[in-house]
């Protein structure tokens, strides 16, 4: 048997970002709560406990009508999977220590509270020395979404145990733009209420022909009434490394969700300027469900920097690390409100 | 309750434009009935009278196959609706002025003979002043559809009265390449046979400053063998006013559709000789229906320009409205033909 | 009644190309098998006969998540059919000779031992004369697909006989970047063991205002254990002709497919040392069924040039005709292994 399901999400919000002295913008946003995109899935039975399955995944930005270059941007893939024996997964696919670090995230390193909010190659050292400082490589560096990817899966039914391991052809392309020559897997235990993980990636065609290694380990306990969430990811390229450590906490309320979160960035560089240049965001979130499908949310966060750090809340003024820049924003204060609607499909 | 429902057009037709002593182009064309599109609609019951929806309508080319920028350009919202209370929606959608006009037009603005003939930022004074002549102000400015909208429609149920307010944030982008700060509405009444109704949108990031503004007022009835419309709509940007004057009729004839149409661009600038640029359109068209979802049309039409106005059908030779460029169209005329098929699904 | 569905394939593997001396190159490519897509297939039956039809297809690339421009460019059509009248379809389609050259090719043209291996505008003297050695060129020059068409399809049921004619609009544009005026068609017969074809189109907006022609003629037989596909494609342009020959098996196992082919490009030119420029592709595959949608393949080639011919497989080194090039590839290997999964959905 075969099944065709077509499926989504469109996530629309209004956002307020301050940046320090440079003023504010109100703005439209796409994916705050969760990603809009479109989603094709299909899964066929082969009889004997192997079935085939193939995964089209495709940001939307419900703001403007936008979508993303590739257009598959999230997940692209053909796989063969076995009860028994695990999953072989070809195509474009998740970075492993993206899944691990989004799954210790009550926000799911989404909107302006997201754990991802110095996943940027203009304000961290690591990543910027690594992949360049374009907008490309913001987008499309290997610490979110690999292509050219090889990945086998675990099977389910190992006692909570699961995991994966991942190839990446780098073809001869620019980590930065996209093509990256990684190695790298997940391995992680879930209980009846708590969970612990590890995952890394390696890059081996980031700038200079030095390796880019991305690790992340985490765990996540569900008390009664609380979830609470610490791990770290740490971005490292030669001398440089930004650590994010993460503590956070989701409670459930049943018609609603309140999240917490306190992610501090941590960098490490050549000179003790650049390991002083450190932020801290901290966020507060509650989702309303109107249905299993529906919700209205609303976010609130705050970035602050020190030393050169200039990390910012996506959708502000735009801010500049460089001392000279008119735009400077070093040591500076970002903060964040946004509210919207969420439908998934 | 959920329902996912995947739709659309594919209208595609021979189009044969002579644009005055330019010469001719033969050539095919996409949408000239109904724009070849692709949709993706849900909407989910939340109980209380209380509804999701999302709404994804993506423009396609049916004779080459392309695309527009955005993908989505069409329409990308997600909203919440009460039966009583009215519908909230978020993201890119149609401006209300054009819903107003093209509800006015048997064209639907579509093909050789709609009433949008005159929106084009190079032969309209106000639209090129206001958003500027390149190529992308003439797909994207804000007098078709609108990014980063919030907007509010009344529910049924008001004795026919119907209208929507919009609100869209610049976010500091160009109002010619689509990200306009807009605020505007529609209000109309729709009887057994009368409907009237009126629209305005404003855009407070054109060029310079100055807002440019966007009205249209119009009213149609069912006569027993005829549907009659009027109507008007006025750009106007500074002291440049665009003013297209529409009288059109719809002719049922059960197995198909006569259509007639005659609109006429009033131009008026800062001199007596922007202000002689009008042009007149006048068209005629017949859809037979081979069922509800699949028809043949064939329409003809005929744009005659005064003054230096210089306004020609789509897909005709290049003009242009510079004097001393070799092919400057002013006062000339453009004569079109077009037929094709088209299949809703 | 309607039907509308949505369909197609993800096909993923790796590949492994040594191109002579300037080394190799691993990669993970999309559609070795069957081309990654995405396809819309709209029929709606109109009564006595007569039915609508749409039918909307884009490549995806399953490795990367890319797509192609445009869009939907393996077809994008809108069609009116009967079954004693046959078929009137409007807008981008499959070149006639492409139908009938795949047709004859056990490896339809895809993947390293695909009989489109030499289509290539920068080793074809014929094609890169004709159409300009541009990347786009090479993508969208119309042996492949054509923008604009309008097409007659014979009905079924003519004893076997099938075919079409065609015809395009240039609009003005360069073949190379896919407007072509074209006419051509195809016509075949199919018996219960044989087939039988011939196939030409001609473009009439190639470079230098001469008229580039593709032919193709071929017939296959199934014996037994075997079916044998013999044929000819010629492009030709002014006195550069490209002239594929191939002979080619299929044998059928039930649980698989085994696959041989032998493709001979013969170009002849205004000089002797164009006319040397000849290569030769072996290749052989096998796929696997895992199901009647699902298989795993592999496929083994090579190309030998001879001359200064530099055809080479697609995914090696980057490779130059230009004989003071540094990857100067004339006269020289690629030889090529791949394998992967396909899921047709």
New interface residues.
């Given amino acids: 048997q075969?099944s065709?399901a077509?499926?989504?999400t469109?996530?629309?919000?209004?956002r307020h970002v301050k940046n320090g002295r440079l003023g504010s913008?109100?703005?439209?946003v796409?994916g705050a709560n969760t990603t809009?995109k479109?989603v094709?899935q299909?899964r066929?039975s082969?009889g004997n406990g192997?079935s085939?399955?193939?995964y089209?995944d495709s940001t939307?930005?419900?703001?403007?009508?936008?979508?993303n270059?590739?257009?598959?941007?999230?997940?692209?893939?053909?796989?063969?999977s076995h009860d028994r024996f695990g999953e072989?997964r070809?195509?474009?696919d998740w970075a492993p220590t993206h899944l691990l670090w989004s799954e210790l995230d009550p926000f799911i390193t989404l909107g302006i509270a997201g754990a991802n909010s110095f996943r940027s190659v203009f304000a961290s050292q690591a990543l910027g020395q690594a992949f360049g400082v374009s907008t490309d490589a913001n987008q499309l560096n290997p610490t979110l979404r690999i292509?050219?990817?090889?990945q086998y899966f675990l099977p389910t039914g190992l006692g909570g145990v699961h995991g994966s391991l991942l190839v990446?052809?780098g073809?001869?392309g620019s980590a930065g733009a996209?093509a990256a020559k990684t190695d790298g897997g997940r391995l992680a235990w879930r209980g009846e209420r708590l969970m612990v993980g590890v995952a890394q990636v390696t890059t081996r065609n980031a700038n200079a022909g030095r390796d880019f290694t991305d690790r992340v380990w985490g765990a996540s306990y569900e008390f009664k009434v609380v979830k609470v969430s610490v791990g770290q990811r740490q971005w490292r390229y030669g001398m440089d490394k930004t650590t994010n450590t993460l503590v956070a906490a989701l409670v459930p309320l049943g018609f609603g969700d309140l999240k917490f979160t306190l992610v501090r960035a941590d960098q490490q560089g050549a000179t003790a300027a650049l390991s002083a240049n450190d932020a801290t965001l901290i966020g507060a979130g509650y989702v309303h469900h109107?249905?299993k499908?529906?919700a209205l949310y609303a976010h609130a966060s705050r970035i602050a920097n020190k030393g050169g750090a200039s990390f910012s809340v996506a959708g502000g003024p735009a801010v500049s690390r460089v001392a000279t820049a008119v735009n400077y924003f070093g040591g500076q204060r970002s903060t964040a409100f946004e509210s919207?609607?969420?439908?998934n499909?």
């Fill in positions: 075969t065709v077509l499926s989504g469109v996530d629309v919000g209004v913008i109100d703005s439209e796409s809009s479109l094709v299909v066929e082969l192997l085939a399955g193939v089209l939307l930005l419900g703001d403007t009508g936008a979508v270059t590739p257009f598959w941007d999230r997940r692209a893939t053909v796989s063969l072989i070809l195509g474009r292509a050219n990817t090889a990446s052809a073809e001869g996209g109107l249905s499908r529906t919207g609607i969420r439908h499909f």
